[in-house]
Each structure stands twice: as structure tokens, then as C-alpha cells.
């Protein structure tokens, strides 16, 4: 169905493979931004409990709300908008997840539980409300509200499951990044060759390429004896977001359409 038979544009981009690598590169700088903010400059890595994860977590928060106001008052589809946004809700689900496992001291697998919990009753919540939880339904504002909540609680849950993989199993963060990898290939297998309902794998994928770009991102910065790369944060972070500027400008962005074509979350 064309959008001259009845169909309604979208506000959120059409799922391709395009979407999915600017994804990982968005929660990749999510991970090393929010921890030059947190860990570089307010020093929370040095003292959980100095404020400095609460702090980034209310900075990264205002961001998010000024991208998300810009996005839900836009008429049409505006690329730069949303990645804005997306990028911030990974930036606040990286100070968040910290804030609450180290901070408050939940740890990763209580905290991995408590984001979980707060994920499905978000979706639970905007099905009950709006009928479904379909990405290509996200035409009003209601349905916008619903979309970068349920967003921003699967960043920070998928922070909180990077950082337990990779510390609590002591899989490393490179081995952490494997299994994060390996899974999101075997999610790719099940689109293509089962039935499966397209929204949850939209949504089990979405939550996994945000430990992929944990796991990813701790790995580039982090010190050495610790498993990492030691490079700079700020520096890996300006490398990141220059590559998500290019794809951004490069690969065609488009919306997608409702009620029409059914969605396809690894379209080409």
C-alpha cells in the first residue's frame, strides 16, 4: 500500500540493516560518552557515591527530554532528531545503570531485573493503551510517549546486562561482546527463516544491540589490566559520533508506513 492509498508516515525510521548499524554505533557512544562525563570529568569511578552518576544521569535526562519534545512536535520524520534522542537515551540508560548499581548499590543481575521489569510493564502498558506495541504504529504523540520510554528503560537495562556479563561472568568485555554478537546473529536466523512475531524480535534485538555497544565501548576504553583498550574516552566518543554523522548523511533515511506493508526489522 502506497501512502496516496491511506497509509500514515511514521515518525520513527523504516527498520533496515542501515538502522541497526547506526543502532550499535549509537549505544557504542553511548557507553563512552556517558562515561566521560560521569567517570572523566565527575569522577564517579573514583567515588560511587560523590553524585557524579546522579549528576550525568539528570544532564543526559534534560538532553533526552528537549530531543524527545523537538521530536514528538515535528510533523514528519526528522533523522537528525531521532538519532539525537536515541543517542541520548543511551547516554542516560549508561549514568542510570551505573547510578544504580554502583551507587545505590543493586548490583548488576538486581538491576538487570528491576530495567527488565520496568521494560515489559512499559510495553505491557502502551499495548493496553494504544493496542500495539508495533514501531511502524508510532504516528501520535501518545504513541511517541510510549515508544522512547520503553526505549530509554531497554538502554539502561541493556547497559546493566553489558556490564554483568562482561564483570559479573568474568567473560571480559571483548568475550562479552561475542555473546551479545552471536545472539543478535541468531535473532537475524529466526527473522529469516521462522514466523516469529516481528515485534518481539524488533525488541529483543533492540535491547541486545545496547550490550553489544556496552560491552563494545568499555572494551575501547577501558584500562588495560582491566580487559580494555585503554584509549581515550573523549577522543573514542568524537571518533563514534563522526561515524554516526556520516551514516546519518549517507544511508537513505526514510519512515515507515501504517497500516501498510507488514514490518520487516532487518529490511535491506
Same mark, same amino acid.
Given at each position: 500500500?502506497?501512502?496516496? &492509498?491511506? &497509509?500514515?508516515?511514521?515518525?520513527?525510521?523504516?527498520?533496515?540493516?542501515?538502522?541497526?548499524?547506526?543502532?550499535?554505533?549509537?549505544?557504542?557512544?553511548?557507553?563512552?560518552?556517558?562515561?566521560?562525563?560521569?567517570?572523566?570529568?565527575?569522577?564517579?569511578?573514583?567515588?560511587?557515591?560523590?553524585?557524579?552518576?546522579?549528576?550525568?544521569?539528570?544532564?543526559?535526562?534534560?538532553?533526552?527530554?528537549?530531543?524527545?519534545?523537538?521530536?514528538?512536535?515535528?510533523?514528519?520524520?526528522?533523522?537528525?532528531?531521532?538519532?539525537?534522542?536515541?543517542?541520548?537515551?543511551?547516554?542516560?540508560?549508561?549514568?542510570?545503570? &551505573?547510578?544504580?548499581?554502583?551507587?545505590?548499590?543493586?548490583?548488576?543481575?538486581?538491576?538487570?531485573?528491576?530495567?527488565?521489569?520496568?521494560?515489559?510493564?512499559?510495553?505491557?502498558?502502551?499495548?493496553?493503551?494504544?493496542?500495539?506495541?508495533?514501531?511502524?504504529?508510532?504516528?501520535?504523540?501518545?504513541?511517541?510517549?510510549?515508544?522512547?520510554?520503553?526505549?530509554?528503560?531497554?538502554?539502561?537495562?541493556?547497559?546493566?546486562?553489558?556490564?554483568?556479563?562482561?564483570?559479573?561472568?568474568?567473560?571480559?568485555? &571483548?568475550?562479552?561482546?561475542?555473546?551479545?554478537?552471536?545472539?543478535?546473529?541468531?535473532?537475524?536466523?529466526?527473522?529469516?527463516?521462522?514466523?516469529?512475531?516481528?515485534?518481539?524480535?524488533?525488541?529483543?534485538?533492540?535491547?541486545?544491540?545496547?550490550?553489544?555497544?556496552?560491552?563494545?565501548?568499555?572494551?575501547?576504553?577501558?584500562?588495560?589490566?582491566?580487559?580494555?583498550?585503554?584509549?581515550?574516552?573523549?577522543?573514542?566518543?568524537?571518533?563514534?559520533?563522526?561515524?554516526?554523522?556520516?551514516?546519518?548523511?549517507?544511508?537513505?533515511?526514510?519512515?515507515?508506513?501504517?497500516?501498510?506493508?507488514?514490518?520487516?526489522?532487518?529490511?535491506?
Amino acid at each position: 500500500m502506497s501512502p496516496e &492509498d491511506g &497509509d500514515v508516515r511514521s515518525k520513527v525510521p523504516a527498520v533496515t540493516i542501515g538502522f541497526w548499524v547506526i543502532k550499535i554505533l549509537a549505544t557504542t557512544l553511548g557507553e563512552t560518552g556517558g562515561d566521560t562525563v560521569t567517570m572523566n570529568w565527575l569522577h564517579a569511578d573514583q567515588n560511587a557515591h560523590n553524585g557524579g552518576y546522579l549528576i550525568g544521569t539528570g544532564i543526559f535526562l534534560l538532553v533526552l527530554v528537549v530531543a524527545v519534545a523537538a521530536q514528538i512536535s515535528a510533523r514528519k520524520f526528522n533523522p537528525w532528531t531521532y538519532w539525537l534522542a536515541i543517542v541520548a537515551s543511551t547516554t542516560v540508560g549508561t549514568a542510570m545503570a &551505573d547510578f544504580f548499581d554502583r551507587s545505590l548499590g543493586i548490583g548488576y543481575a538486581g538491576g538487570s531485573f528491576i530495567l527488565l521489569s520496568c521494560v515489559l510493564l512499559s510495553l505491557a502498558a502502551w499495548y493496553l493503551v494504544l493496542g500495539a506495541i508495533n514501531v511502524e504504529s508510532v504516528t501520535t504523540p501518545r504513541a511517541e510517549i510510549f515508544y522512547w520510554v520503553t526505549i530509554t528503560f531497554s538502554q539502561t537495562l541493556g547497559t546493566a546486562l553489558g556490564d554483568w556479563t562482561a564483570d559479573g561472568t568474568k567473560l571480559g568485555y &571483548d568475550g562479552g561482546a561475542l555473546v551479545f554478537g552471536v545472539a543478535l546473529a541468531a535473532l537475524a536466523a529466526i527473522y529469516y527463516w521462522t514466523t516469529i512475531s516481528r515485534v518481539l524480535l524488533f525488541w529483543m534485538a533492540f535491547i541486545l544491540t545496547r550490550p553489544l555497544g556496552a560491552t563494545v565501548g568499555d572494551f575501547l576504553d577501558k584500562p588495560a589490566d582491566h580487559g580494555g583498550l585503554a584509549l581515550s574516552r573523549p577522543l573514542a566518543s568524537a571518533v563514534i559520533l563522526l561515524l554516526i554523522v556520516a551514516l546519518v548523511t549517507l544511508l537513505p533515511q526514510r519512515s515507515g508506513y501504517h497500516p501498510g506493508d507488514q514490518p520487516r526489522m532487518l529490511e535491506g
